[in-house]
């Protein structure tokens, strides 16, 4: 099983539409969570911090389940300039591994 | 957030010649250090991790004589690609992470390709 697994989809959705990405991850003792936003031949770049008690960002919402290890993000209201891959990133003890990332790909 | 400056951020070279990589961080200590490879439309593989003064953990697959890693100090880590050869030819990304638990911090990326 891999350490951090993500659907690579990808989910091609319609602007404002409603899109929720999840990630499960396997090392119940990772300490922090995040996702990460990648362009298309850029570096990848921090969207948000995911915490238990839930993080919102405008549009965005990430949610931690530590009990069955997963967390989430939600975007709404999709926009055109939301079309890029989502990466979940998992941190643990001298550890960060990413997900495979999500595709999103949002249509006008 | 943190800075973390990697250079150069692209580079062409000729087959069999090597060609190093640095990644620094520019305001915290860089614990551990991360080196990945993308190639066109995958995602990010990681490569090896590296902690400060010590050897690097390779991943399964890559070939450590080949992509020698040095992470003499706390904001600086290189990525040597020896004798490289077309194959080669990827987008290689450097991440930096200090001790608390912050996020990762990556670098601009660096786009090799190989003649």
């Known amino acids: 099983r891999k350490e951090v697994e993500q659907d690579p989809g990808p989910f091609n959705v319609p602007e404002g539409a409603t899109v929720a990405f999840n990630c499960t991850y396997s090392n119940s003792a990772s300490q922090s969570f995040f996702w990460y936003r990648q362009d298309c031949r850029k570096e990848p770049k921090l969207l948000m911090s995911v915490y238990s008690s839930g993080n919102e960002d405008g549009r965005f919402t990430a949610q931690l389940n530590r009990a069955s290890q997963y967390i989430s993000l939600l975007i709404r209201d999709s926009k055109l300039s939301d079309s890029a891959t989502y990466l979940c990133v998992v941190k643990g003890y001298q550890k960060v591994t990413f997900g495979i990332g999500t595709k999103l790909q949002v249509i006008p | 957030g943190a800075v973390v400056s990697q250079h150069p951020s692209w580079v062409i070279c000729k087959s069999g010649t090597s060609v190093k990589i640095e990644c620094r961080s520019l305001d915290f200590q860089a614990t551990t250090m991360f080196w990945y490879r993308q190639f066109p439309k995958q995602s990010l593989m990681l490569m090896a991790t590296?902690?400060?003064?010590?050897?690097?953990?390779?991943e399964q697959g890559v070939e450590k004589d080949k992509f020698l890693i040095n992470h003499a100090s706390l904001t600086l880590s290189t990525l040597t690609v020896t004798s490289a050869h077309p194959e080669d030819s990827s987008f290689y990304i450097c991440?930096?992470?200090?001790?608390?638990?912050?996020?990762?911090?990556f670098g601009q990326g660096t786009r090799l390709t190989v003649v």
């Open positions: 590296s902690n400060e003064g010590s050897k690097a953990t390779y």
């Open positions: 991440s930096a992470s200090g001790r608390r638990n912050t996020e990762a911090f």
